[in-house]
C-alpha cells in the first residue's frame, strides 16, 4: 500500500498526540508538526499565556489559522490538539488528502497523563477529571467520525503504538 503524504493524530489530551507522532515521524523519515507547538512559536508565548490574554476563543482563531497552513505540507506526521476537532472547518481541512488516526484513551489514562501538567489551560480547574469526562463525550464522536484508522493507546508504550500504526498505513 502506498504511505499516505500526510498523517494526522486527533485524540484527547493525555492520547500521546505529540510522542507518539514524533516517533512515527522518525520511522517514516516525515517530518513532525505538533500544532500547539508553532501555535506557541508563532505567537511567541505559551498556550496558557493565550488563553490568559485573548480567551479559548482567541486560542482557536489562531488553531485553525495554523491548522489551514499545516495542512498544506506533505511529508509530514501532524499532531493535533485535543481540541481541533471542534470546528468543522478543523475538520475539513484536516481529513483532505491526509491518513487520520485516532489515539483513544480512557478517561483513567488521560487523567493520570496530565494531572501533573501546569499546561494545559482547560484542565487547571477544581475537577479536571470531570472536565476530561465532559470533552471525551463531546468529541468522542468527533474523533470517530473524522479518523480513517482508530488505535487504543491505553497500557501500550509510545514506541509498541507507533510500531502497530506502522502495520495500519
Ligand atoms: C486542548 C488541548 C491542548 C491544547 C489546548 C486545548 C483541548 O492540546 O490545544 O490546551 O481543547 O483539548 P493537547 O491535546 O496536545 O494537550
Do not use: H
Not at 497552513?69 to 483532505?96: D, F, H, M, P, Y
Request: glycine share 8%.
Amino acid at each position: 500500500m502506498m504511505i499516505p503524504e500526510r498523517i494526522v493524530l486527533v485524540g484527547p489530551m493525555g492520547a500521546g498526540k505529540s510522542t507518539i507522532g514524533r516517533l512515527l515521524a522518525k520511522e517514516l523519515g516525515f517530518r513532525f508538526l505538533d500544532s500547539d507547538k508553532v501555535i506557541e512559536e508563532r505567537c511567541g508565548a505559551s498556550i496558557p499565556w493565550i488563553f490568559d490574554v485573548e480567551g479559548e476563543a482567541g486560542f482557536r482563531r489562531r488553531e485553525t489559522a495554523i491548522l489551514q497552513e499545516l495542512s498544506q505540507e506533505t511529508q509530514v506526521v501532524i499532531a493535533t490538539g485535543g481540541g481541533a476537532v471542534t470546528r468543522e472547518e478543523n475538520r475539513a481541512c484536516l481529513k483532505r488528502g491526509a491518513f487520520v488516526i485516532y489515539l483513544r484513551t480512557s478517561l483513567e489514562q488521560q487523567y493520570d497523563r496530565t494531572r501533573r501538567d501546569r499546561n494545559r489551560p482547560l484542565l487547571q480547574k477544581p475537577n479536571p477529571r470531570a472536565i476530561l469526562e465532559a470533552l471525551f463525550a463531546e468529541r468522542d464522536p468527533l474523533y470517530q467520525e473524522l479518523a480513517d484508522f482508530v488505535m487504543y493507546t491505553d497500557r501500550k508504550s509510545p514506541r509498541l503504538v507507533a510500531r502497530q500504526l506502522l502495520n495500519q498505513i
